[in-house]
């Protein structure tokens, strides 16, 4: 029979909100984290990255936030615009250099 | 600019043709990986190298899937006998250790009927 893709979560937000995007991790051990931003018909981009010894990282309009205790990121994109709109992948990194990525979150964003 | 380059695009083929990808990573990274991205599983990494030396292959179908590194600026993906369940986006991605940043080629988008 025909196999049925994965449906990613979506979030649609009105041009000019605030979004947030959430992701949970799965290895505590992981020592640095990364949000990639993903447009049809592209590669990954890097978007910010932040250690673990921190909570906190403020980039050009997005920031990212770790809570270790629970295992969660998140990423806030400010006054989010259409170019906004893509798929974000966050991805923790293993010893060695080696990335695990999450299932993604669509952005749609609405003029 | 410097950025990681891919070839082919995109390929269609027959399934049990063998299908080869090539990558050139940014001159001066160090490490080269290969992830292929499907509806199903997402982003997987296939392998992964550092100073053209393997690293990690345990994401790779072994009995098809070979990944090599002739040299510094040129990595291969190569899939004999080629599958259906094989066709998916192929990227290749480049950094320089110990950075855990990663840059990405455009991927190669691979249909195998």
């Known amino acids: 029979g025909e196999s049925v893709g994965l449906h990613l979560p979506t979030l649609s937000v009105q041009e000019g909100d605030n979004s947030i995007i959430n992701c949970a991790y799965s290895?505590?051990?992981?020592?640095?984290f990364i949000w990639y931003k993903q447009e049809s018909g592209k590669g990954p981009q890097f978007i910010i990255d932040?250690?673990?010894?921190?909570d906190k990282r403020q980039g050009q309009r997005v920031t990212v936030l770790l809570n270790k205790t629970v295992k969660h990121l998140s990423l806030q994109i400010a006054a989010t615009q259409p170019g906004d709109s893509a798929v974000y992948f966050c991805?923790?990194?293993?010893?060695?250099?080696?990335?695990?990525f999450g299932q993604g979150t669509e952005l749609s964003v609405k003029p | 600019d410097a950025r990681v380059t891919q070839t082919p695009r995109h390929k269609v083929t027959e399934m049990g043709q063998e299908v080869t990808m090539r990558c050139q990573p940014i001159l001066g990274h160090n490490t080269v990986f290969w992830y292929r991205q499907t509806m199903m599983q997402g982003l997987e990494l296939l392998a992964y190298f550092r100073n053209r030396a393997p690293l990690d292959d345990s994401g790779m179908p072994k009995d098809r899937f070979s990944a090599e590194m002739p040299d510094a600026t040129l990595a291969t993906l190569k899939i004999q006998p080629s599958e259906p369940r094989d066709s998916a986006v192929y990227f290749c991605a480049s950094g320089l250790a110990p950075s855990y940043e990663q840059f990405f080629g455009p991927g190669t988008r691979l249909t195998v009927l």
């Open positions: 290895n505590s051990a992981s020592d640095y």
């Open positions: 932040i250690r673990s010894n921190m």
């Open positions: 991805a923790e990194t293993l010893q060695g250099g080696k990335l695990i």
